[in-house]
């Protein structure tokens, strides 16, 4: 969907309206989780004091995302790279001291209120005109007869147009759910990379698993599994 200079098409009528109901919709979801979890005591029972990761053995295994800042290390790429618009909303970094599975939760329930915080003043600052800049998707191409043409009005239908990748490396990261998600792209004056590697934040955050899991019962240890997402999708095994 997302296109160098803009995006594929336009918001579908009536979309943002729509997006603003299910925000206030999920808020009243999350805090029927809060009443029926957060304060469970067999729930609190199983995850509190389990599997606990100090901030600096954090930090030294590489751990990102919820599992960092449930260390009490405040580190969010989002504020710290400053990139995107993330800047123009206002919006907390949500973190916890504990580092225990408890932690961990709480940080990803808080992180789901703080989500729907930054769609709401995204959408309300969706601005009208445009949805691509053609321009900027021409590049430094000679200005071909093609861009003025009848096909030019329909150049949403048409794939991305590709450039030269400079000889060199280049590494973007962005934090996405689970943790630090980066990019390292190695060019050779060419339309293809000559090296791409993506770096995942789940398996990084599971080299630490083995230290956890040390004289735990099995179900502590599932319930480390679960605050460390394999459950719910991270890994299939």
Known sequence: FFRIGGVAADLPYGWIDKCLD??????????????????????????E?????????????????????????????????????????????????????????????????????IIQQALEGIPGGPYENLEIRCFDRERAAKWNDFEYRFISKKPSPTFELPKQELYVRVEAPKGELGIFLIGDQSGFPWR???????????????????????????????????????VDR
């Open 22 to 47: 299910f925000c206030d919709y999920f808020l009243t979801g999350v805090g029927e989780y809060q009443k029926l979890i957060t304060r469970n005591p067999i729930f609190l029972e199983r995850v």
């Open 49 to 117: 004091g389990i599997g606990i990761i100090g901030g600096e053995e954090a930090i030294n295994w590489g751990l990102s995302g919820p599992m960092l800042r449930a260390s009490g290390i405040q580190w969010d790429l989002r504020k710290v790279d400053r990139y995107e618009c993330y800047d123009e909303f206002d919006w907390e970094i949500q973190w916890q001291k504990e580092g225990d599975s408890l932690a961990r939760y709480l940080v990803r329930i808080s992180e789901m209120t703080e989500s729907i915080k």
């Open 196 to 234: 791409w590697k993506i770096r995942p934040p789940g398996f990084i955050n599971l080299q630490i698993l083995p230290q956890l899991v040390k004289k735990m019962k099995l179900a502590d240890i599932m319930t480390i599994l679960g605050s460390i997402d394999i459950i719910m999708g991270e």
